[in-house]
């Protein structure tokens, strides 16, 4: 199985970095630094898999992938 896709952004209106996973609903996590942000939602991720599998939901399969650009020069 691939791991989920997770996106790190700089968000101005927290003041840092946040990361959040697509394919796991409102799973996300705030840092400092973009790897604050990665190793916060790494324990979100844990804890969200976690709960979904205590109360018996479905965990989803990884599936997002993001669009990638590329701009002619």
Not at 29 to 45: I, M, N, S, Y
Not at 56 to 73: D, F, M
Request: net charge negative; with cysteine; proline share 8%.
């Amino acid at each position: 199985m691939t791991d989920y896709h997770i996106n790190i952004f700089y968000s101005d209106e927290d003041g840092g970095y946040i990361a959040d996973i697509p394919d796991l609903e409102h799973c996300s996590a705030f840092g400092d630094t973009p790897e604050q942000a990665l190793a916060e939602v790494a324990r979100a991720k844990a804890a969200w898999l976690e709960a979904a599998r205590a109360a018996g939901k479905p965990i989803p399969e990884p599936r997002y992938r993001p669009l990638i650009y590329q701009v002619a020069h």
